[in-house]
């Protein structure tokens, strides 16, 4: 065990809860793009390519084009702004921390342009603050913690660096297709009237490089906005799509409907569903909580800019009318994607540890019901070799029988609705199948549903049956986890001003002999694992770590060093039968040091989850589109 043993696994101490999260939280976007059965007029297609070029807003002003663009209409206008279908709906997201040319200019002051078509224009950007704890950061939004649920003693929460300026874990954002495929000139950079601030040099394998500038002192903005929320009213627009919930909880769905195509303002799907049933103190006294009943994702608050509308989401568990246990989530939603934001937090180790401690043996599922997509195709990574085609018919194949009983997906799932628009989840999750962390889930049963069948129904459905389902159940908790999250009990983590800190909490615990728990199930991981001849040497253990660790959503070169941290660390310290995590901690400490490498960086780790909604995955199928999520768009940032 090293690092990645501990900082990566708190941050998903309930895989089933994440992707309940996940699933809950993502589905707004589900109406991408469709298909009408008539195609646009060669002119209107040449009109809207044109406009294109030259303006980020124009795909509003042409809604009429394209309700009636078909497939591959939509396929080629793609390709003609020299974009692939993944980079087409992806936001470039620069973190001040990563980029310190940047880092520290006044806000308000800043804007982004890039040259479209002749001119040299503002395109729409968005510069979102976040707080100390990781979440986005709302003026006049109070964040109470665990155990005040009702906010009886208000806590407005400060932002991670200065108010108003872009630093520490603030986060630019704008859309990689908007950047210009021309570089300004100085005379038109002159001409803005403004200071540059930055060059942005955008790359990706196969493309063409992209061009943005970061500017300060110039007022004019694009009028583009590709998504729009109103908390209070539980509603959401986006390009694509129209939304509706009730504002009590986005769980409870009451509509999702495509704004194109010739489902245009038809619902696409039944709803979602979650329930736990879990011993509440006591295994034996259990309970039943759902979405409909007891548990409530509220949107509290939201940062709605022209590029991504991220919204606070307060998740709230009621017992006998009683709120038990609550805590916040980052839900971004984009054009045509659904992410949730979730950021290495300490403090969020109290609400893990406070939530283990209420609920005792839990079976979860979470799930999501389509409905009228008969003929869509749906397939997962880890049965995509597998023969037969998993059909949505009403019948349950082989394929699909074989979905149905799979313990983690691998890397990617996918359906294609056969109506434009289709549904892929990159599994970012830091679970490699048959990896380190994989192996940690002891004690965890999962498995992933897979469901096409008119009489399989849910309580509170408004189109019976399952057509189909999506979702995973999960029944226990990871004994590593209640161990790890049971050995903070004697640590104040929301007065920890670093990971560094917790480190060496976690190493003078050790010291006291105060961890023995956990060193043993660690150890009995080992043990496990040494017996099934995955491993023999701490060399074995370290090759399995990292490939956790590629998993995971660092900057390449973060990436590397945190992987070599994680070897070196269980070369020096690491044993295969005789682990100690404070012996372990010690020598990372000491190896970074040497290093130069900051552990407190990992506070700003993004470990997004992104459900996408494309129009289509491309001819390399979603293993290749996978390739793209997992290589995405690299931003090269230099001084005028």
């Known amino acids: 065990m ?34 009408a059965p008539t195609a646009a007029s060669a002119a209107e297609m040449a009109q809207l390519q044109y406009e294109l070029e030259r303006d980020p807003a124009a795909l509003n002003r042409f809604r009429n084009v394209l309700v009636r663009m078909n497939e591959a209409q939509m396929a080629q206008a793609i390709t003609n702004t020299g974009n692939s279908h ?3 709906m992806y936001p470039m997201i620069l ?65 991670d660096g200065v108010q108003g300026r872009f630093d520490n874990a603030d986060e630019l954002v704008f859309m990689f297709r908007d950047a210009g495929l021309r570089e300004a000139t100085a005379a038109e950079i002159a001409g803005t009237r403004g200071k540059l601030l930055a060059r942005v040099e955008l ?112 998740i709230r568990i009621f017992y006998m009318g009683m709120p038990v246990f609550h805590d916040y989530l980052n839900v971004a939603l984009f054009e045509q994607g659904a992410s949730l934001l979730a950021r290495v937090r300490l403090d969020s180790l109290d609400a893990a540890k406070y ?41 349950m194949s082989p394929i699909e029988e074989t979905m149905n009983a799979t313990r983690l997906p691998g890397d990617w799932l996918w359906m294609d609705s056969k109506r434009g628009w289709q549904f892929f989840f990159s599994n970012n999750f830091a679970f490699e199948n048959g990896g380190m962390l994989d192996s940690f889930l002891d004690g965890m049963d999962v498995k992933m549903v897979y469901e096409d069948d008119p009489a399989a129904t849910r309580e509170g459905e408004r189109i019976p049956g399952a057509g189909p389902r999506f979702g995973v159940r999960t029944a226990g908790m990871p004994t590593i986890v209640n161990s790890l999250l049971t050995s ?26 105060k961890l023995p728990r956990l060193n043993q199930n ?30 995971l959503g660092f900057k390449p070169d973060d990436k590397v060093k945190i992987a070599n941290l994680a070897r070196r660390t269980q070369q020096r310290a690491g044993s295969v039968d005789n682990f100690r995590i404070g ?4 020598a990372a400490r000491e190896i970074a040091a040497d290093e130069g490498y900051d552990f407190n960086k990992l506070q700003y780790a993004m470990l997004d989850n992104t459900l996408w909604f494309p129009d289509q995955v491309g001819a390399g199928g979603p293993a290749a589109f996978d390739r793209e999520v997992r290589n995405p768009p690299v931003a090269i940032v230099t001084p005028p």
């Open 583 to 586: 012996e372990a901690l010690r």
């Open 203 to 314: 790359r990706r394998d196969g493309l063409a490089t992209r061009y943005a500038y970061v500017m300060q002192w110039v007022t004019r903005r694009s009028t583009a906005d590709y998504v729009r929320v109103d908390i209070r009213r539980g509603v959401a627009q986006t390009t694509m799509a129209d939304i509706e919930w009730n504002p009590d909880s986005m769980a409870m769905l009451r509509k999702i409907a495509p704004r194109v195509g010739p489902s245009n303002g038809k619902n696409i799907v039944d709803g979602v569903y979650g329930e736990v049933s879990t011993g509440l103190m006591q295994k034996d006294l259990r309970f039943s909580l759902n979405t409909t009943d007891n548990i409530r994702l509220q949107p509290v608050g939201v940062k709605d800019g022209p590029v991504r509308a991220v919204m606070l989401m307060k």
């Open 488 to 513: 903070f009990r004697g640590i104040d983590l929301s007065g920890l001003s670093g990971v560094e800190d917790l480190m060496d909490q976690l190493i003078l615990l050790d010291d006291k002999n």
């Open 95 to 159: 973190r001040a921390q990563d980029f310190p040319v940047l880092a520290g200019q006044y806000i308000p002051q800043m804007s982004v342009m890039a040259v479209r078509g002749d001119q040299l224009v503002p395109i729409p950007f968005q510069v979102d603050e976040f707080d100390e704890r990781g979440l986005i950061f709302i003026p006049g939004v109070q964040t109470p913690g665990i155990f005040n649920p009702g906010g009886l003693i208000k806590r407005e929460r400060k932002t």
């Open 355 to 395: 939530f283990i401690n209420l609920i005792k043996e839990p079976r979860i599922e979470a799930s999501i019901d389509f409905a009228n997509l008969d003929g869509a195709e749906s397939r997962w990574h880890v049965v995509n070799d597998a023969d037969g085609r998993a059909i949505v018919d009403g019948k």
């Open 2 to 35: 090293t690092l990645t043993h501990l900082f990566v696994l708190p941050a998903s101490p309930r895989p089933s809860a994440r992707w309940l999260a996940c699933l809950l939280l993502a589905l707004p976007l589900l109406a991408s793009a469709a298909p």
């Open 86 to 88: 993944f980079t087409w």
């Open 522 to 551: 660690i150890n009995f991981v080992h043990q496990k694992l040494f017996d099934e001849g995955k491993i023999k040497t701490v060399d074995d253990i370290a090759d399995l770590l990292v490939k956790d660790i590629n998993r």
